[in-house]
């Protein structure tokens, strides 16, 4: 069984390296994500982004930046009216939520192979991408993480106190915006790579997980992705191997896989936590 597992890899190297970067750049962005309890927010945005993927799909336009642009095109009057109703805000992102999940299996609809199209869009298939488009997934990313990098401070300081931030010269409309197209693009190749389960679940959980075991943000950042890292290489791996089932041999969906680890793990790990006290 190890050794089947050691053999695939030499074919999906790439998808695991991929997989597993990307999932730690979720986690990473989804720490600050769920201190400033926006959860939801980003559950809701994972729709957004996927509406963006299913709408280039309808266009047949490839490649990630119109993907972006539709992403951020969307998201901008969703951010106005998101601050305008902070009394209802949850319904409000609820009612968001299932609208542009829905929208996004309506323009799915209008193409051909619809069941194949949706399961791609909420669930991913990264074995069956190709590996000439990781080139400019990965760029995508690096423009992500560079500034991630660049305004991390910036950030933290805007979700303890707005006030403050705002006080010392700092515009939090520019930084907020700066926030979401930081997340628009790492949905946006977490969606079209591995589907927005994928990406949500590294957005939240390894963040979730972490507060239960760290009490600095650093620390939170390391735990989070390193829970990330094994999660993927474990979910990975147990996904190429074949079970017999009814006489057929099974082989589990990767994101899928990857994801019921997670969040499999993430949960234990916190009710053991509690235990202890």
């Known amino acids: 069984m190890i050794w ?53 799909l309808f266009l047949g336009i490839e490649g990630e930046w119109f993907a972006v642009i539709a992403s951020l095109f969307i998201l901008a009057p969703m951010i106005n009216i998101n601050q305008k109703e902070r009394k209802h805000q949850d319904t409000l992102l609820g009612i968001l939520f299932v609208f542009f999940a829905s929208f996004s299996q309506f323009l799915l609809s209008l193409g051909g192979n619809v069941k194949n199209q949706i399961m791609a869009a909420f669930f991913g298939d990264i074995l069956t991408n190709q590996t000439a488009s990781f080139l400019e997934h990965f760029a995508v990313l690096g423009i992500a993480f560079v500034f991630f990098v660049l305004f991390f401070r910036k950030f933290l300081f805007l979700s303890w106190d707005r006030d403050e931030f705002v006080v010392r010269g700092n515009s939090s409309l520019l930084y907020e915006l700066l926030f979401y197209a930081i997340a628009v693009l790492l949905l946006s190749v977490g969606v079209h790579m591995l589907g927005s389960f994928y990406a949500t679940a590294h957005l ?74």
């Open 4 to 56: 089947e597992v050691l053999e695939s890899y030499a074919f999906f190297y790439p998808q695991l390296f991929f997989g597993t970067i990307l999932g730690i750049l979720l986690s990473l962005f989804g720490s600050i994500l769920v201190l400033r309890n926006m959860a939801f927010f980003g559950v809701t945005l994972s729709q957004v982004v996927t509406s963006g993927v299913a709408l280039s």
């Open 204 to 277: 939240l959980i390894p963040a979730y997980t972490a507060l239960a075991f760290m009490r600095s943000v650093p620390g939170m950042l390391i735990f989070g992705a390193i829970f990330s890292g094994i999660a993927t290489i474990l979910g990975f791996s147990l996904s190429l191997i074949g079970f017999e089932y009814q006489e057929n041999i099974v082989y589990f969906p990767t994101s899928s896989t990857i994801v019921v680890l997670l969040a499999t793990f993430g949960l234990a790990l916190r009710f053991l936590k509690k235990k202890e006290f």
